[in-house]
């Protein structure tokens, strides 16, 4: 497969668990056909891997012509468990120029409508579809940092920032004020202490959901969870949940306007409605905070600002608002990202 094609593979999004019951020549169907995450490549031919020129070739030279489909993740396990790597390399590795590519930059290679199914693509824009799915897949990838056991909070966040450099992967350096900073320090004194100590599970794609065996690894060690690209019934936009609880919820602005003091409280009183006590860490996507101090009304939530740095491998936290350490109790962790364009 291409680079495209690659890219698609292991980033589309569909709510539908099993791949579809007939299969389609690539050529036909093009990426779109591509379901869930793993291709089950088939031809009638034998097939072998011409190394020197570093393509699959048929025994006529005609070509390959991969036939895709995706399989479940208990029907592919062992596959899931390749492919998704671990500690070593990230989801978006080139073997061939050893190079770590960052999720914004796989999703710059696609249109707008290459990485979502079952959409309307009539719509004006699908850009905040592929948005939200950006933010998703920096999720997935990131949790996969530590193995199969999980990652801790602190190590999870400089991982995650290095997703959205505009080329090339990297652990960011997180700098308050000037100086570098630890992101266990920020964590420090929220959920009575239990955020800056807690695990990030090894997590399925969105959507997709480990098989009963995979889950009963948790008591032995390990740590799998879910990504949730939620309804609207959840009041945002994704979920992690190790097990049945929730570690973080996230919400995507995708706009060019200013998120403000007003959408700020839109979302808390939506947080509040659904989840109530069980949220502690709420993580908001967009191109612009624009709040001060003077504005922030919920003392015992804080609000701490991420954005790039101009070096290339760094992410600059500031606080919006830090509430005395006897009354932390939930989190706002604001992400300023450029927006998608189609390349």
């Not at 909070?153 to 960011?172: N, S, T």
């Not at 959408?263 to 996507?285: P, S």
Request: net charge negative.
């Amino acid at each position: 497969m291409g680079g495209e094609e690659e890219a698609v593979a292991i980033s589309s999004a569909s709510p539908r668990e099993s791949g579809p019951a007939q299969k389609k020549r690539r050529v036909q169907v093009k990426t779109a056909g591509m379901h869930e995450h793993f291709a089950n490549l088939v031809d009638e031919e034998i097939t072998d891997v011409a190394i020197s020129i570093e393509r699959l070739q048929t025994l006529d030279d005609r070509g390959w012509e991969p036939r895709c489909s995706f399989a479940r993740i208990k029907d592919d396990m062992l596959l899931y468990l390749a492919i998704l790597g671990g500690k070593t390399y990230p989801t978006y590795y080139d073997l061939i120029s050893d190079t770590n590519y960052s999720t914004k930059w796989a999703f710059s290679i696609g249109k707008a409508n290459a990485y979502v199914t079952a959409e309307n693509t009539q719509a004006p824009t699908l850009n905040y579809k592929k948005y939200e799915n950006m933010v998703a897949h920096a999720i997935f990838s990131s949790s996969r940092r530590n193995g199969v056991r999980g990652i801790p909070v602190r190590d999870f966040l400089p991982c995650f920032f290095g997703e959205f450099e505009d080329k090339l992967w990297m652990k960011e350096v997180l700098l308050l004020e000037g100086s570098e900073a630890d992101s266990s320090d920020l964590l420090a004194g929220y959920d009575t202490g239990a955020l800056a100590k807690r695990t990030i599970p090894f997590l399925a794609p969105p959507n997709s959901k480990w098989p009963q065996p995979i889950l009963d690894t948790n008591d032995d060690g390990c740590k799998f969870g879910h990504l949730i690209c939620a309804v609207d019934a959840y009041r945002c936009d994704l979920c992690v949940k190790d097990l049945d609880k929730a570690v973080f919820i996230c919400e995507c602005k995708y706009w060019e306007l200013e998120v403000d003091i007003n959408l700020v409280t839109r979302i808390f009183t939506g947080l509040e409605t659904k989840w109530g006590c069980d949220w502690k860490v709420v993580v908001v996507f967009c191109s612009q905070l624009a709040i001060c101090r003077a504005d922030w009304k919920c003392q015992s939530v804080g609000c701490v600002k991420f954005k790039r740095g101009k070096r290339a491998g760094t992410a600059i936290a500031n606080w919006v608002f830090q509430p005395e350490p006897k009354e932390r109790d939930k989190l706002m962790i604001v992400v300023e990202s450029t927006l998608m364009t189609d390349s």
